[in-house]
């Protein structure tokens, strides 16, 4: 299964759209850190924040002290929109998985511990 397929299940929203809104509601956060976080360049977040902006789905806020500073927040209409799609993208998922849903789980639960450790052990 390709990105497409999820892709086509969030309608008209793209994946990294879905992967912004995702990471600016598990933390509202300056767009610089975003974009490391999102792992995309500085000009591609802007591009996509400012798709995101239009839609009304995000808003810029002005840091104190800091003029080039900016903060995300999802709006009410982002935060819909982001529900939404998550909960199309789980139903895509859950039929393509099927009867392998809990396998799969299982893997990726056993994949993120092995990936935990590794981080700690670098640290």
Known sequence: MGARVLERSLDDMTLAQFRVLGLIASSPER?????????????SLTGLL????ARGWVERHDVAG???GVNLQ????????FRHAEKAMATELDGVLGDDRAAVLDGLSALSRVLKERARARS
């Open 66 to 68: 800091d003029r080039r």
């Open 50 to 53: 400012d798709g995101l902006e």
């Open 31 to 43: 767009a610089s850190r975003l974009a490391e976080r999102a792992a995309v360049s500085r000009p």
């Open 74 to 81: 999802l709006t009410r209409a982002g935060a819909s929109a």
